[in-house]
C-alpha cells in the first residue's frame, strides 16, 4: 500500500512539473541572427507560429544586438507565450518600413519583455522653414531628422527646438490635411531642403521650426481580444503610429515602459504613447513614461455606439459611427442606454444575451431584458475597467497627459511634465463618440510642471470637460489631493468643472504666475477644498474661483460650492 501511495504521489508531483515547466525556443533555431544586416521576419514568424501549433508555454528568446524586420510579427490564437530580450539596451528590434512590430490577436497570457523598438526611417521628419507659398512649405531639415521624399504629409505643428516641445503660447499652430492616393508628396529641392505640399494656405512663416507628421499606418504594439497581457522592460524610439494600441483587451499589466525620442529627435511616436478603447476588467500601468508624442500619454475608453433600427424591445440592431469601434462585444456584456439628447446619462441597463453580424458596421444585438429604447439612441459598454497609474511620467507632448473615460480610476505619484494639452483630461466625447462618463477618480501625490500651455490648450491643468456641455452633473466622485502644481506663464487655470459632482480638493500646493483666479465652473455641483497651499509670486488673485459665464453654462445648474479663501490659505512646501 505504501509504495502505491509514493507511485500516486510521484506521478501527481511529474504531472505538477510537466503544468509548470515552459519551453525555450532561441530565434537562432529558426536561421535568425542579430546584426547580419539580413531580414529577420520569416524567421521570427515561423518560431512564434510553431509554438503556438505546439501548445506549449513557450518563451521566445532573442540574443544580444539588432534584429531586422520588414513587415508585422503576428501572434493569432496563442496561449502563455512570452517574447522575451537580453534587456532594453542589449535587444533592438528595428522596423525598416511603415509598419508595426507585434500584432497580438484572441489570445490568453501573452509576455512581452525586455527589448527596444525603433526604426531606419522615420514617421516624421523636422526643421526650419524657409520658404512658403500657397501650395508647400520648403523646409531645411535638421538632422538626425532626414529629407523624406515620395510621403504623404498628414500634419505640421510649429515646434520650440530650445523647450523640446510643441510650440507654446502665442506660437501654438498647426494644421492636419487628409491626403487621398492622388495628393502630393514630399519632394527635394536640394540635399538638406525637403518640398512638403500644403491642400491650402496656412500661417506657418519662414524661420519656424516645424514638425512634420506623415500618414500613420501601424501601431509599435498592437493587441486585439487579448487576456492577461503583461509587457514589462519595453523601450520605444518611434512609431508608426500609436506606441501601445489596446482593443477589447482584459487585465492589462504595463510596467517599466518607455516611448521617448532618439538622438535629438524632435518626436517620438506621431500619435498615442498608450491608448486602450473596450478594455475590461483592469488596467495596471507603472514606473513608465510617455514623452514627445504627437498625441495623448495615456487614453482610455469605451465606444458610444447608435441604435440604428429597433426590432422588438429586447432586440436592437446597432452601429459604429467612427468605424474604429469594436462591435462584437460578446455575450454576456453590460450595455448602458443613453437618449441622445442626454448621452452621458444612462436610462437603462441591459446584458448582451445575443450577438450577431449585420454589416461591415452594424450588428444585431439581443438583450436579455427588455429596453424602452427609441432609434439614435446611445448605447456603451458599462464594463469599465478599473485603471491604476502609479509613477508615470508624460512629458514634451502635443496633446493631453491622461484622458480618462473609464471608472474606479487612481492616479498616484506620477509627473506630468510641460503637455500641450491639460495633464489629466476627464471626458465622455461625442466628437469621438467615446465614453463613458468617468467616475470615482482619485488623483494623488502627483507632480504638474507646465502644463496646457499649447496646442490642446482647455482651461484646466485638470480638465473636467464632456463634449457637449450637459445641463447636468454626469462625472461624479473626484478627489484631488497632495499634488504640487507649478503653473506656467500660459497655463490658464488649476481646474476647470464642467458637470462635477462631489469633487474635493485638499492637502496641494500651487505656484500661480498670471491667473487671477485658479477654478472655473460650469454646471457642477458639491464642490469643495480644505488646507491648500498657494504661492501667488505677486500676483493678485480676484477670487479662487469663477462661473463660467459662456453658454451653456448657467450659474443656476451651479450649486454647492464650498471653495472658500481659507481653503487655500495654508503655508506648506511642495508635498511631493
Given at each position: 500500500?505504501?509504495?502505491?501511495?509514493?507511485?500516486?504521489?510521484?506521478?501527481?508531483?511529474?504531472?505538477?512539473?510537466?503544468?509548470?515547466?515552459?519551453?525555450?525556443?532561441?530565434?537562432?533555431?529558426?536561421?535568425?541572427?542579430?546584426?547580419?544586416?539580413?531580414?529577420?521576419?520569416?524567421?521570427?514568424?515561423?518560431?512564434?507560429?510553431?509554438?503556438?501549433?505546439?501548445?506549449?508555454?513557450?518563451?521566445?528568446?532573442?540574443?544580444?544586438?539588432?534584429?531586422?524586420?520588414?513587415?508585422?510579427?503576428?501572434?493569432?490564437?496563442?496561449?502563455?507565450?512570452?517574447?522575451?530580450?537580453?534587456?532594453?539596451?542589449?535587444?533592438?528590434?528595428?522596423?525598416?518600413?511603415?509598419?508595426?512590430?507585434?500584432?497580438?490577436?484572441?489570445?490568453?497570457?501573452i509576455?512581452?519583455?525586455?527589448?527596444?523598438?525603433?526604426?531606419?526611417?522615420?514617421?516624421?521628419?523636422?526643421?526650419?522653414?524657409?520658404?512658403?507659398?500657397?501650395?508647400?512649405?520648403?523646409?531645411?531639415?535638421?538632422?538626425?531628422?532626414?529629407?523624406?521624399?515620395?510621403?504623404?504629409?498628414?500634419?505640421?505643428?510649429?515646434?520650440?527646438?530650445?523647450?523640446?516641445?510643441?510650440?507654446f503660447?502665442?506660437?501654438?499652430?498647426?494644421?492636419?490635411?487628409?491626403?487621398?492616393?492622388?495628393?502630393?508628396?514630399?519632394?527635394?529641392?536640394?540635399?538638406?531642403?525637403?518640398?512638403?505640399?500644403?491642400?491650402?494656405?496656412?500661417?506657418?512663416?519662414?524661420?519656424?521650426?516645424?514638425?512634420?507628421?506623415?500618414?500613420?499606418?501601424?501601431?509599435c504594439?498592437?493587441?486585439?481580444?487579448?487576456?492577461?497581457?503583461?509587457?514589462?522592460?519595453?523601450?520605444?524610439?518611434t512609431?508608426?503610429?500609436?506606441?501601445?494600441?489596446?482593443?477589447?483587451?482584459?487585465?492589462?499589466?504595463?510596467?517599466?515602459?518607455?516611448?521617448?525620442?532618439?538622438?535629438?529627435?524632435?518626436?517620438?511616436?506621431?500619435?498615442?504613447?498608450?491608448?486602450?478603447?473596450?478594455?475590461?476588467?483592469?488596467?495596471?500601468?507603472?514606473?513608465?513614461?510617455?514623452?514627445?508624442?504627437?498625441?495623448?500619454?495615456?487614453?482610455?475608453?469605451?465606444?458610444?455606439?447608435?441604435?440604428?433600427?429597433?426590432?422588438?424591445?429586447?432586440?436592437?440592431?446597432?452601429?459604429?459611427?467612427?468605424?474604429?469601434?469594436?462591435?462584437?462585444?460578446?455575450?454576456?456584456?453590460?450595455?448602458e442606454?443613453?437618449?441622445?439628447?442626454?448621452?452621458?446619462?444612462?436610462?437603462?441597463?441591459g446584458?448582451?444575451?445575443?450577438?450577431?453580424?449585420?454589416?461591415?458596421?452594424?450588428?444585431?444585438?439581443?438583450?436579455?431584458?427588455?429596453?424602452?429604447?427609441?432609434?439614435?439612441?446611445?448605447?456603451?459598454?458599462?464594463?469599465?475597467?478599473?485603471?491604476?497609474?502609479?509613477?508615470?511620467?508624460?512629458?514634451?507632448?502635443?496633446?493631453?497627459?491622461?484622458?480618462l473615460?473609464?471608472?474606479?480610476?487612481?492616479?498616484?505619484?506620477?509627473?506630468?511634465?510641460?503637455?500641450?494639452?491639460?495633464?489629466?483630461?476627464?471626458?465622455?466625447?461625442?466628437?469621438?463618440?467615446?465614453?463613458?462618463?468617468?467616475?470615482?477618480?482619485?488623483?494623488?501625490?502627483?507632480?504638474?510642471?507646465?502644463?496646457?500651455?499649447?496646442?490642446?490648450?482647455?482651461?484646466?491643468?485638470?480638465?473636467?470637460?464632456?463634449?457637449?456641455?450637459?445641463?447636468?452633473?454626469?462625472?461624479?466622485?473626484?478627489l484631488?489631493?497632495?499634488?504640487?502644481?507649478?503653473?506656467?506663464?500660459?497655463?490658464?487655470?488649476?481646474?476647470?468643472?464642467?458637470?462635477?459632482?462631489n469633487?474635493?480638493?485638499?492637502?496641494?500646493?500651487?505656484?500661480?504666475?498670471?491667473?487671477?483666479?485658479?477654478?472655473?465652473?460650469?454646471?457642477?455641483?458639491?464642490?469643495?477644498?480644505?488646507?491648500?497651499?498657494?504661492?501667488?509670486?505677486?500676483?493678485?488673485?480676484?477670487?479662487?474661483?469663477?462661473?463660467?459665464?459662456?453658454?451653456?453654462?448657467?450659474?443656476?445648474?451651479?450649486?454647492?460650492?464650498?471653495?472658500?479663501?481659507s481653503?487655500f490659505?495654508?503655508?506648506?512646501?511642495p508635498?511631493?
Amino acid at each position: 500500500m505504501l509504495n502505491s501511495y509514493l507511485i500516486i504521489v510521484l506521478i501527481e508531483c511529474l504531472l505538477l512539473i510537466g503544468i509548470e515547466s515552459r519551453e525555450e525556443i532561441f530565434v537562432s533555431s529558426y536561421g535568425v541572427y542579430p546584426d547580419d544586416g539580413i531580414d529577420d521576419t520569416n524567421g521570427i514568424q515561423l518560431a512564434i507560429n510553431e509554438s503556438i501549433r505546439s501548445g506549449l508555454r513557450t518563451d521566445i528568446i532573442f540574443g544580444y544586438g539588432i534584429y531586422d524586420l520588414s513587415s508585422t510579427i503576428t501572434i493569432e490564437n496563442a496561449n502563455n507565450l512570452t517574447i522575451s530580450g537580453q534587456g532594453i539596451d542589449k535587444t533592438w528590434l528595428i522596423g525598416h518600413d511603415a509598419i508595426g512590430i507585434f500584432v497580438i490577436l484572441y489570445s490568453e497570457q501573452i509576455e512581452l519583455k525586455m527589448f527596444s523598438i525603433d526604426f531606419d526611417v522615420l514617421p516624421f521628419t523636422g526643421g526650419y522653414v524657409v520658404n512658403v507659398e500657397e501650395k508647400y512649405l520648403d523646409v531645411e531639415i535638421v538632422s538626425p531628422h532626414k529629407v523624406d521624399v515620395d510621403r504623404q504629409v498628414f500634419a505640421i505643428l510649429r515646434y520650440d527646438p530650445i523647450e523640446m516641445r510643441p510650440a507654446f503660447g502665442s506660437r501654438t499652430y498647426e494644421i492636419y490635411q487628409h491626403p487621398s492616393v492622388n495628393d502630393s508628396k514630399t519632394t527635394n529641392v536640394s540635399e538638406s531642403v525637403l518640398r512638403v505640399p500644403l491642400l491650402k494656405p496656412t500661417e506657418f512663416e519662414t524661420g519656424d521650426a516645424i514638425v512634420v507628421r506623415y500618414v500613420a499606418t501601424h501601431n509599435c504594439l498592437d493587441a486585439q481580444f487579448v487576456v492577461d497581457l503583461r509587457v514589462e522592460s519595453v523601450r520605444m524610439y518611434t512609431c508608426w503610429c500609436m506606441g501601445f494600441l489596446n482593443l477589447g483587451v482584459r487585465r492589462v499589466t504595463i510596467k517599466d515602459y518607455h516611448l521617448i525620442p532618439r538622438e535629438g529627435r524632435w518626436m517620438s511616436s506621431i500619435v498615442d504613447c498608450i491608448h486602450f478603447s473596450d478594455a475590461r476588467d483592469w488596467i495596471s500601468i507603472s514606473d513608465s513614461q510617455c514623452q514627445s508624442m504627437g498625441d495623448d500619454g495615456v487614453n482610455v475608453h469605451a465606444v458610444y455606439f447608435l441604435i440604428l433600427e429597433i426590432v422588438n424591445s429586447t432586440t436592437m440592431i446597432i452601429e459604429t459611427v467612427t468605424g474604429s469601434g469594436p462591435l462584437d462585444l460578446g455575450v454576456g456584456t453590460h450595455l448602458e442606454f443613453s437618449r441622445h439628447d442626454q448621452p452621458f446619462t444612462a436610462y437603462a441597463n441591459g446584458t448582451i444575451a445575443f450577438i450577431h453580424f449585420h454589416s461591415a458596421n452594424t450588428r444585431i444585438v439581443t438583450m436579455t431584458n427588455s429596453i424602452d429604447m427609441n432609434l439614435r439612441d446611445f448605447v456603451c459598454v458599462s464594463d469599465t475597467p478599473s485603471l491604476t497609474i502609479t509613477n508615470l511620467t508624460v512629458s514634451h507632448n502635443r496633446a493631453r497627459g491622461i484622458l480618462l473615460e473609464t471608472r474606479n480610476i487612481h492616479v498616484q505619484q506620477s509627473i506630468f511634465n510641460r503637455t500641450s494639452g491639460p495633464a489629466v483630461l476627464i471626458q465622455p466625447s461625442l466628437f469621438w463618440y467615446e465614453g463613458p462618463n468617468a467616475r470615482n477618480i482619485t488623483l494623488s501625490q502627483n507632480v504638474y510642471l507646465h502644463n496646457n500651455e499649447g496646442i490642446a490648450q482647455e482651461k484646466g491643468v485638470i480638465s473636467i470637460l464632456p463634449f457637449p456641455i450637459q445641463n447636468q452633473t454626469i462625472i461624479n466622485d473626484i478627489l484631488i489631493q497632495s499634488s504640487t502644481f507649478i503653473l506656467g506663464n500660459s497655463t490658464r487655470q488649476f481646474l476647470q468643472s464642467n458637470n462635477a459632482n462631489n469633487l474635493l480638493i485638499r492637502d496641494n500646493y500651487l505656484t500661480l504666475t498670471n491667473t487671477s483666479t485658479i477654478i472655473s465652473i460650469c454646471n457642477s455641483r458639491n464642490l469643495s477644498a480644505t488646507n491648500n497651499s498657494v504661492e501667488t509670486n505677486q500676483v493678485q488673485i480676484r477670487s479662487f474661483f469663477e462661473f463660467d459665464q459662456n453658454q451653456p453654462c448657467s450659474f443656476n445648474l451651479t450649486s454647492l460650492i464650498d471653495l472658500p479663501n481659507s481653503a487655500f490659505n495654508s503655508s506648506f512646501p511642495p508635498p511631493v
